[in-house]
């Protein structure tokens, strides 16, 4: 426990160097801080003072064996699960979003992807596009006005990045499951988030459609913070820039993909078989 | 110009023009071929409708109301209500209480004050009386009243995360605890007999058969204007993101939205439409008491919409009349029979078209339908 919170001092440390080294201060801002987080589920620590730093634009893989924590951890940022003790910052430290409900959290920049694609069945593609960036509005705006200009420009260039342009007037519970997926990261992407957490986005998928996901993700990075739980790990080599492998609820390792490979640590727990 | 132009466009999109065309048969039909018949063709013909008649319509439209808010929360919002019957109750007492006040001393005590008040020899009206004597402050409460109410409720409850079969429970509760209120004398509202021997209403007898139908008109152009406001509202954006609270609120919320907002609006306004439907019935049948909030009406209420055909606002309003149509002519024609007619309907309506009476068009064509191509 002591070691981890020493790691993540050091990290803290490390980014903020990093920062005053470089000239270009937008590149390399944190953008998301997990500080010392604890998830305790009467008794079995989900998060065991867990600390993880995010950079502004990266691409950042989680993996670990199941009940790692991994999908606890989103749970935390996005507020649907309290930690027990723990922070968790937004743009460096000047947001912090454990005290705050859901909705909040997502209106701060914050979208998320479940591991089961969750899109509103009922509704077409186009409409879940339009529900997605409506949130700001508030009840009444959203009873007599419809959608400007700009956010019907933004749904278009979303319906072309996501692929499903042909799709638009489909109902989304029609979609095939790999297109459900798609259509989910359009619904974030239309909110214009800062940070992007996507839960899984290759489950079920075939080969080609794999593809086009690692294409998709790659191409939102750089413009903004995208963090990817995963268990295909041949997709998280495809992707990833850096790896942060979650075991037992704390930080295992971290790292490039091939030294955190051949860490003994995690070939141990994980990558072992 | 732009103003009319984009209302035009505006009502365009909420139905096909076959569909506008359909409810604009059904309003005329209800609202100008009935009140003529009854007025001018002679009593006997065939082409008569009978006066007996009028304020049993009159009191189907108001069911239809009802089921029409009822469809709003529940089939669109996903918030199965087994209270409404309270609100619409609260509408109702709030239009007793005018009709109380407008009998002005021509009761049988002869007095200033409603009857059951000077049988429990009551010297001076309850605050809570006054301002009832003017028609516009009563309907003004009919609507204010059971809005303030689920209001209240609906902002606890939600805020929670009561959801599903509890918050259908706890609204159950709601009503039956309103009712054993209103069940007390104390409480100022006439007991167990509620308020009744209604005289007037502005001024003009309410016996009158003129009266009656004048009600039972106003009843369709109401319904009319309700179900046009409940379809602007989920044709909206709006409307959108309340199915969606419906299908997956979580999701919902992880947009960004406050599902809270969206639910309390639909319930308080669902709350106020029955207030406005209790108001419009109290009139056209004379009595309104304490069994109007019995748990058993908030749930026949429930089943109009499930029969009917639930998250297709006409669906609620169709069962409606079918069912209490069945219901008048049962009753009369084989009275012992009919809780078991309505158990089998709604056994089979389950099992043979689950969208309700609405979707029995679609069901048949896809079991029969297109069978050679």
Known sequence: MIESTAAALSLAEQETERKSETRAPVKHKLMLWVDDVTVDFDG???????????????????????????????????????????????????????????????????GRKFQRPTVFQSHTVRENLELACGAKHGVFRNLFGGTSRAEDERIDNVLESIGLEDSARRRAGLLAHGHKQWLEIGMLLVQEPKVLLIDEPVAGMGPSEMERTAELLKGLAGERTVIVVEHDMDFVRGIAQKVTVLHEGKVLAEGKMDQVQKDPKVIEVYLGA | MTAF?????????????????????????????VPLSNAFAPAGSTLHFPDYLVPILGKFMCFAMVALALDLVWGYAGILSLGHGLFFALGGYAMGMYLMRSIRGEGVYRSDLPDFMVFLDWKALPWYWHGFQVFWFAVAMAIVVPGVVAFFFGYFAFRSRVRGVYLSIVTQALTFAAMLLFFQNATGFGGNNGLTDYKRILGY???????????????????????????????SRMGRVVTAIRDAELKVRFCGYETNHYKLFVW??????????????????????????????????????????????????LGAWVINGAKSWLTVALPSAWLYVLGALFVAMTLFAPDGLIGIGTALRARFGRRQP
């Open chain 1, 44 to 110: 079995f620590l989900a998060l065991d003072h867990l600390t993880l730093a995010v950079d502004e634009g990266e691409l950042r893989c989680i993996i670990g064996p199941n009940g790692a924590g991994k999908t606890t951890l989103m749970d935390v940022v996005t507020g649907k699960t309290r930690a027990t003790s723990g922070a968790v910052y937004l743009e460096g430290q000047s947001i912090e979003l454990t005290k705050l409900p859901e909705s909040r959290i997502a209106q701060l920049g914050v």
């Open chain 2, 5 to 33: 132009a984009r209302a035009a466009r505006r009502l365009s999109s909420m139905h096909s023009p076959r569909a506008w065309i359909a409810i604009c048969a059904v309003l005329a039909a209800a609202a100008l071929v």
């Open chain 2, 205 to 235: 007898s309410l016996h009158e058969p003129s009266m009656r139908l004048t009600l039972y008109v106003v009843s369709v152009l109401v319904l009319f204007v309700m179900y046009v406001g409940c379809r602007f509202i989920v044709t």
């Open chain 2, 268 to 317: 308080t306004l669902s709350a106020m439409l029955c207030g406005i439907a209790g108001a419009l019935y109290v009139p056209q049948v004379g009595i309104i008491n304490p069994s109007e909030m019995q748990p058993s009406n908030s749930i026949e209420m429930a089943i109009w919409v499930a029969l009917g055909g639930r998250g297709s606002l006409f669906g609620g309003i």
